[in-house]
C-alpha cells in the first residue's frame, strides 16, 4: 500500500488551522505530535458515553471501562512486544516513568560509592531524577561523551561500565540532535557486565519499531503525546523481575492489597505501582493511537519521515552561515540548527508571524548545549503528517527571516 499523506493529513483537523491568517506549518513534533481523529473521537465516546472509575465497580460503565484499558495494555504489550501485559506500567509520561524508576531502584540498589551511567545527550528528565537518587544515596552521577556529529563514544561507553555502575540510562533518539543510537548494542555491553539499563524512548516510539524483547530491555519509557495519544498518559515498561524486585513507589488505592493500621501488603503487577485512580480513558487513547498507527504501518511511516530528513537537510544546508547542530550518521526527524550572529528565538519568533510552527531554546538539554558551547538552536521536528511542500515553505521563509535579521 501507498502512503497517502494527504489521506493522513485529513485525519488530523489541527493541521486544517490557519495562524495569522496563514496556515499551519506544525513542525514541532518532537515537543507533542497532534491528534487523529479517532483519538479525540474516542476520548469524546469515552466522556460521553461510558465513564466510571475502573477496577472497582461491579457496574455496566466500569466493567467496561475496566475491561477498556486492559486491553489498551495489551495493545501497548503488543507494539513494543512486552513478554507479558503486567510488565505495562501506566505513567503519566516519560518523566514520570523514569522518576517511578531512579526512586525505587535508587532505594534498593544505590549506595554509596556506586555509579549511575548517562549519557551527555540526555533529556533532562533522564539526568536530573537520577542525580536525584545519587544524592540521596551517595552515588555518583557519571556521563558518557559524545563526539562533535553528535554520536555516543561507544568505547567510552565500554570503558565506563565497571562494576560499580548499578544502571545506565540513556536516550533512543536525542530530542536535540536526532541521533539515533545503537542501543542494542549499548544494551548487549552494559549486560554483559551484569548492568541494568533503562531506555528513554520518547523519542523512538513513534518513529522506528520498538521490540523491548529483542533490545532486552530492562526498562524502556515513552510519553503518549509524542505518539499521536492524549497528553497525561504515558509507558513503563520493565521486565517482570525488575518489577518485581522494586519496591511500590506512591502509595494509596489501587496498588494495595490489605491495608491495616498496623501493616499493608501490596497488590501484584501491574496495579503495584499504579496508585490511585489512573488517567484511564488516557490509555485507552494511547490504545487507540497505537493502533492508528499500526494500521498505517511503523515502517512506511519510518520511510515517509527518514525521506523528510533528508530532503530538509539537503535544503536547509543551502542557506549560508547556519549550523546544524546534530550530524550522525543514523538521525531521526529532527533538525536542530543555529545561524551565526542570530539568537535562535528571533528566527522562531518570526518564523511564527508566518504560520511555522518550530521550537527554539534548549530542548531540556542544557549539559549538551554547554558542550556545544550554544545557548539554544532552533529546532525543526518531522512527523508522519508533515509534508516536502511544507519544507519548501519552511525553507523559503526561513530565507526571508534570517535576511530580516541579517
Ligand atoms: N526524554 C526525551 C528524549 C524527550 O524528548 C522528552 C520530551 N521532550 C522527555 C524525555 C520528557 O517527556 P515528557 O515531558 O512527556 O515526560
Redesign the pocket.
Known sequence: MTYNVAEIRNQFPILTQKVYKKPLIYLDN??TTQKPDVVIQSLETYYSKYNANIHRGVHFLSSHCTDATESARKTVQKFINAAHPHEIIFT?????A?NLVAKTFGQIELKKGDKVLVTRM??H??IVPWQMACEQYGAELCVVEIDKQGTIDLNSYEKALNENVKIAAF?H???TLGTINDVKKMVEMAHSQDIPVLI?G??AIQHTHVDVQDLDADFYVF?G??VYAPTGI?VLYGKEKWLEKLPPWEGGGEMIDRVSFEKTTYNTLPFKFEAGTPNYIGAIALGVALDYIQNIGIDSIKAHEEELLRYATERISEINDLEIIGTAEHKSSVLSFIVKNIHPYDIGVLLDKTGIAVRTGN??TQPLHDWYNISGTVRASFAMYNTKSEIDYFIEKLDFVLNMLQ
Open positions: 518532537a515537543a503519566r509520561g516519560t518523566t514520570e523514569i540526555e533529556h528528565s533522564n536516550t533518539i536525542s530530542n528513554d520518547a523519542q510519553s503525546h509524542k504515558g530542548h531540556c
